[in-house]
């Protein structure tokens, strides 16, 4: 065997692989791991060989982000577009609404402007965004509010224009333009198809090479992601993503999927790219989201001020962006070319829906190894889980919802009973089920760390326990964000674990999560992050 280019020792080693737990050593030669054990590792050091001394740290494989939009969350790195969003700058009203209105004093005459992440939710009292309210901040500059979900926007008269968005203009098949009863548009848009098409102009300069992708790759390498997704993966992001990785600039491998189009085309042939970039599957949109109100229940929402906010009714109920007929069509156009499919819902109903289109897709295109997704799995029950584990689909599950919306999802939308099991990651396990956990940025901002936590305790940040029951241990919550995750990217024989042969996709933490109590698991710190053995992140 040759000599190695690095050797980490000292320290913890957490390998998530059982055959090398209680590892003392790793050796790295290529980029690849070629070595997992004892003392013996270190007969493999040579004239060369960079030694690691780990300290009190811990080295464990990188965090896997399953779900993620980072082609989207690029975005906040453009002069266009403006945070606002409660769990980042503004957690009140009053905060968003002053920078709302200092970005309009600020910014150059007619620059359009889109403020991403208004929740009325966590920033109680601040008003719907109306479009004569837009018009009078910016009558001659295009605005747009986007809410924090993503599933919904606001826009004034001149960002509809500038997007070309006429009155006759019809609904995008899984998308909806309000309109009021004279049938002109309001500049009050649901769903990706139609937020989309409201923004993307309005983007298209500020997204033209690979800059604000590279700032966000680091971003992800420095809270220590090695390998992620892309949820939403649209053509025009092809040729931005390709100058990244064949300029070397990427810090983070990627697995993305494409939006699902009416047609049932895709435009990306299924054998491309390699272990760096790769399309693996196509994402589709059951419902919406618990914030704006559209996800597809069997239960209503609570009468309450939150949900008055909202605009919901009395004892509202969302529904499915798709009828059951173009969920077939849509799944029975991709998944029998060997497509993997990933599926956005939240509502019990929902998760009824698309389990019935996955059964009949399943029984008439067998496939061996098809590693069918749910993603958020919001209000998905045990029994449902256990009907998708049967058939061998895989959830990623967006937990932080418990950490962030905990309170809200008791006490404003659903009740102790449905709000307190949101996200059921104890059911989940109990159904044999492998999951991942996500942050669907940039709806939070990548934290692994706080995902784990947020599994094992369940704790809102206001310290409440929300369903005790549906812990996991921290174990659990490790493999569900490295390997277990890189399965649900197909990458599992790559990553996401300690194994000789795979890249060594690293990262070094300041303490081992196993052994810091499970409420500061948040709080560790990554020290350093490694992709096959190069350094993209020291701290």
């Not at 009863?181 to 198809?193: I, N, S």
């Not at 229940?297 to 499915?320: K, M």
Request: net charge negative.
């Amino acid at each position: 065997m040759s000599t190695a280019d690095l050797i980490f020792t000292g320290g913890t080693i957490l390998a998530m692989d059982p055959e090398h737990e209680g590892a003392r050593a790793v050796a790295v030669s290529g980029g690849r791991i070629i070595a997992v054990g004892g003392a013996d590792v270190l007969d493999l050091r040579g004239s060369r060989t960079e030694m690691v001394d780990l300290g009190n740290r811990c080295l464990m494989p990188g965090f896997v982000e399953a779900h993620t939009h980072p082609t989207q969350d690029q975005m906040l790195y453009s002069d266009t577009v403006i945070d606002i969003r409660p769990v980042t700058t503004c957690p009140s009203a009053e905060d968003a609404h002053a920078e709302i209105l200092r970005a309009v004093a600020t910014a150059p005459a007619g620059h359009p402007l889109i403020f991403y992440g208004l929740d009325v939710l966590l920033q109680t009292g601040f008003p719907e965004p109306t479009r004569a309210w837009l018009d009078e901040l910016g009558p001659d500059r295009p605005i747009v509010i986007w809410q924090n979900s993503g599933h919904l926007a606001w826009a004034n008269g001149a960002a509809m224009r500038f997007a070309g968005l006429a009155d006759d203009l019809p609904d995008p098949v899984g998308g909806h333009y309000v309109r009021d009863y004279y049938g002109r548009l309001t500049g009050k848009v649901y769903e990706a198809p139609a937020v989309l098409a409201l923004i993307g102009p309005m983007l298209a300069d500020q997204l033209a090479g690979p800059e604000l992708l590279a700032r966000e790759q680091a971003d992800l390498a420095a809270r220590g992601v090695t390998l992620c997704s892309d949820m939403a993966f649209a053509q025009q992001m092809r040729p931005l993503t390709s100058a990244l990785y064949q300029q070397q600039r990427a810090k983070v491998r990627m697995r993305v999927y494409e939006m699902a189009d009416p047609a049932g085309e895709s435009y990306c042939p299924l054998e491309n790219g390699d272990d760096m970039f790769r399309q693996i599957g196509i994402k589709i949109w059951v419902d919406g989201s618990p914030w704006v109100g559209n996800i597809d229940t069997s239960f209503p929402y609570l009468n309450t001020p939150a949900t008055a906010a909202l605009g919901l009714g009395h004892d509202h109920r969302g529904h499915a962006n798709y009828t059951e007929e173009q969920l077939h069509h849509i799944v029975g156009a991709y998944y029998p070319t060997g497509w993997q499919i990933a599926c956005h819902v939240h509502g019990d109903l929902g998760v009824d829906l698309i389990l019935d289109v996955y059964e009949s897709a399943l029984a008439r295109y067998p496939r061996v190894d098809h590693r069918l997704r749910l993603e958020h799995c919001g209000a998905m029950t045990p029994e449902q889980f256990w009907r998708a584990a049967r058939l061998g689909i895989t959830c990623s599950l967006f937990i932080d919802h418990v950490y962030y919306w905990g309170d809200v999802l008791v006490d404003d939308l659903f009740g102790p009973e449905r709000g307190a099991n949101w996200v059921r990651t104890r059911s989940a396990l109990d159904a044999g089920m492998r999951v991942s956990f996500h942050n669907d940025c940039p709806v939070t901002e990548e934290e692994p760390l706080r995902n784990m936590a947020a599994a094992v305790t369940r704790t809102s940040r206001s310290g409440r326990v929300l369903a005790p029951e549906e812990r996991v241990t921290v174990d659990q919550a490790l493999r569900a964000q490295t390997i277990d995750a890189a399965y649900q990217l197909f990458a599992d024989d790559i990553t996401g674990s300690l194994t000789p042969g795979k890249y060594a996709d690293l990262v070094v933490l300041d303490h081992d999560p196993r052994q810091v109590r499970p409420e500061e698991l948040a709080d560790i710190g990554v020290c350093a992050t490694y992709l096959a053995g190069e350094q993209t992140f020291q701290s």
